[in-house]
Every structure is written in C-alpha cells, then in structure tokens.
C-alpha cells in the first residue's frame, strides 16, 4: 500500500445498494445487481447523483463456505498492473467494469469469491472499478468471519477461504478511499492505519446476522468513524429469511463525529449520503487527537505495519 500525498478532499455523494434477491442462479445475482446500479446511479430526483456506488459483500453467490468454491471466479489481478477487463475470465468483473463505464461512476463491487489460480486458494474479494471501467484496485478479506456463539450462531469462512495479506485504499479525484470487508471491522488496525495513511473515508461491503447485527453494526462502524475522524460506511444485503444465511440490513454511513448519515433497515433498497469534506476538518479541529497522540508512550501502528 504506497503513500502518497492524499489528494483533494471535495465534497461528493454516497451510493450503497442493500442489495436483495441473492439467489443460486449467479446470472441472475449479476444482472440484477447490474440494474440496481444503474437505479443507484441515477441518483435522488433533487439530488448531486452518486460519485461512488457500492455493492454488498458475496453479492453474486449465496453467502456460506459451501458455496464459496462453487461460485469462485478467477480474476487475476496484480496490484499496479494495468488490467485486461476484455481478457478477464471473471463475469463479475466483466459485468461491475461495464456498468461502472456505463454510469461513469466509481464502483465498489462488493465482493465474490475469487480463485486465485497461482495458489489454488480461494479468497472473498472486493474490486473497484474507475468511471472509464478500469479495474483499479482489490482488497481480499484479511480477518476470516470464524465465530461460534452457541445457540445462535456459528460460521466458519475458513473451512474453504483463506485470508488476504494487505491493506488497500485507492484515490479519486475527491478522496482517498480506504477498503476492508465486514468481519475487518471488529479489527481497529486496519482502519487505524487506513486512516492515517491520508484515507478521508473508509467503505466495507459487509453482512452481519441477525445475532451480532443488532449488537455491533452499528456501534463499531461509529466507533471505527470517532476513532479516526472519518466517513466510515457498510453496505449489506437486503435480508432474506429464505436464505441459508440472514443477514442484518442496515447499511449505513457515518461521519467522522459519529452521527449516522444516512441508514436502510432491511429490506432492498439504496440509500444515499453527503460526504462534506467540512465536517471532516471541524471534527479534527475541535476534536484534535491526530496531532495529541503519544508515539513516546505507544508504537505508531501505521509505521510498523
Ligand atoms: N460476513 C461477515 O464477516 C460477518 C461478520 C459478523 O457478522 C460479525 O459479527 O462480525
């Protein structure tokens, strides 16, 4: 993850697609996941249409470590090479690159399961696409969702995923984005080093359940967002109770003093949020802990990492 100079921070506007109707048939994932990024992208009838529009995680598959190797897609990107959408073998990527040419938006596409064929491995990874289509960036899930809480709810991602090995945040040409998915957030490192790599807003495709959702969605995407003064956002499916897995709704953003923005509760649906550059600096004015923290008592993480 190379530093540069963190790039303008320009006011914009939010699209995350709470994404329903995950079924078996991946055709149909893509194709509805296509058109509800084409409704995002025409944005609020009194609105700045969306800049960036972001999809759920494993939005093209059922969400569960069986089917993980049965929907994973080869996608073969190397950080820092330029990438061939035409000779892609993953039809998700193919579609998310299309639809992002066709609404010159950003794209965070969520993510899907991803066989890298140099490893036989298989990972849950998110891809971003540029308004022009380009596959810019990818940031494979670093921390497996492995939990077990008796009578209510055990998973293991581990079973047929394994892990990534970096962190990842691109720029554009209004902020720098930093990019982690669901379980990532209950690790504060990431962001923590996110944000003080010049990150303004950081977005992870997640899928909480119906245990853990109500207890830590929201709190940890706010105390993520106070923690480093920045836009934090989580984009979920819509919940089907018809699924194997339920997830919890409630994609949301939040800005850097903690406050919601914008919320869905859990059904299909797409929400829309300002992000003010303003509000951004008077929390780091009024509230100054970037330049309050004591690197002689404690290790500066974003250094050593
Ligand atoms: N998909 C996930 O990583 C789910 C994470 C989750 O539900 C949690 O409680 O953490």
């Not at 492995?146 to 040409?173: A, Q, R, V």
């Amino acid at each position: 993850m190379p530093f540069k100079v963190p790039p303008t921070f320009k006011s914009f506007t939010l699209a995350l697609v709470q994404l329903g109707n995950i079924g078996a048939n991946k055709s149909d994932n893509l194709r509805h996941a296509r058109a509800m990024v084409l409704t995002a992208a025409s944005g609020r009838a009194d609105q700045q249409k969306p800049s960036i529009i972001v999809l759920p995680e494993c939005f093209n598959s059922p969400y569960g470590h069986v089917h993980f190797p049965v929907y994973a897609e080869e996608i073969g990107y190397t950080p820092g090479t330029p990438y061939d959408i035409a000779k892609s073998k993953s039809e998700s990527v193919k579609m998310l690159s299309e639809v992002a040419k066709e609404t010159k938006s950003w794209l965070i596409g969520g993510s899907i399961p991803e066989k890298d064929d140099t490893d036989g491995k298989i990972y849950n990874t998110c891809t971003v696409y540029s308004p022009a289509g380009e596959l810019i960036c990818m940031h494979r899930k670093v921390h497996l969702f492995d939990i077990d809480i008796p009578g209510k709810i055990t998973f293991k991602e581990s079973e047929t995923l394994t892990g990534g090995k970096s962190m990842n945040f691109f720029d554009t040409e209004f902020a720098r984005i930093g990019l982690g998915i669901c379980y990532d957030v209950r690790f504060p490192e990431l962001a923590m080093i996110a944000a003080r790599r010049g990150c303004h807003v950081l977005v992870y495709p997640g899928a909480f359940n119906l245990t853990t959702g109500p207890l830590h969605w929201e709190l940890l995407q706010r105390g993520r967002a106070v923690d480093n003064q920045v836009f934090f956002s989580m984009c979920s499916p819509a919940r089907d109770l018809t699924a194997g897995y339920h997830a919890w709704g409630h994609s949301m953003v939040v800005n850097p003093m903690g406050l919601i923005l914008s919320e869905a509760n859990e059904d299909e649906t797409i929400i829309y949020a300002d992000i003010d550059p303003e509000t951004f600096k008077t929390a780091r004015a009024g509230v100054p802990v970037t330049t309050q923290r004591r690197f002689d008592v404690y290790p500066d993480v974003s250094v050593v990492a």
